[in-house]
T-cell receptor, first 117, second 113 residues
């Protein structure tokens, strides 16, 4: 199946710094990617839809100035957590749809664990 | 309208038993209902999915039952194994949301050896 990678897999940073997370579709092109956040023992909450060549679409309650999304190419989307604070500590997961046979399937990355001290 | 409700929150099943997880949705525009399996520290992986024009889909030990009129669907894991111990999420997408996938709250399954 299609593969989505994320980098880094985990990151620890100081409060107030910015952290960039990359999401790549390795063997297919994705004009759209999605960013999710998952707190411990909770479900995945959609943060935003990343669109290649245009602005990202953010879900209600997600600060677009804090979570900057750039869909630089058909295989790369980046999420930058600006001025990170401890409450931003979470598991961030991206996904991208790809065609497999007759249907399109959503493939998820392995996630990036962020810890803000 | 966008919610997907999932139960139970946690489930303990004996090895060889049947695990059943239930979900209900509200948005009738949803047209694709996947189930994901997630192990700790990993991203979710697609397990099986169904479209509303089918009432049941089986892949190996995993079966989805779909009741369109009740807006409910369920996952059955037959002959549950300790290796099945994970968190399972039902999800839904479609309508004006396109590929946006809405997840249920998740069910933590533990299969006792």
């Amino acid at each position: 199946g299609a593969v989505v990678s994320q980098h880094p897999s985990w990151v620890i940073c100081k409060s107030g710094t910015s952290v960039k997370i990359e999401c790549r579709s390795l063997d297919f092109q994705a004009t759209t990617m999605f960013w999710y956040r998952q707190f411990p023992k909770q479900s995945l909450m959609l943060m935003a839809t990343s669109n290649e060549g245009s602005k990202a679409t953010y879900e209600q309650g997600v600060e677009k100035d804090k979570f900057l999304i750039n869909h630089a190419s058909l295989t790369l989307s980046t999420l930058t957590v600006t001025s990170a604070h401890p409450e931003d500590s979470s598991f961030y997961i991206c996904s991208a749809p790809a065609s497999t046979g007759s249907q399109e399937t959503q493939y998820f990355g392995p996630g990036t664990r962020l810890l803000v001290l | 309208q966008q919610q997907v409700k999932q139960s139970p929150q946690s489930l303990i099943v004996q090895k060889g038993g049947i695990s059943i997880i239930n979900c209900a949705y509200e948005n009738t525009a949803f047209d694709y209902f996947p189930w994901y399996q997630q192990f700790p520290g990993k991203g979710p992986a697609l397990l099986i999915a169904i479209r509303p024009d089918v009432s049941e889909k089986k892949e190996g030990r995993f079966t989805i039952s779909f009741n369109k009129s009740a807006k409910q669907f369920s996952l059955h894991i037959m002959d549950s194994q300790p290796g099945d111990s994970a968190t399972y999420f039902c999800a839904a997408r479609g309508g004006t949301g396109g590929f946006k996938t809405i997840f249920g709250a998740g069910t933590r399954l533990f299969v006792k050896a």
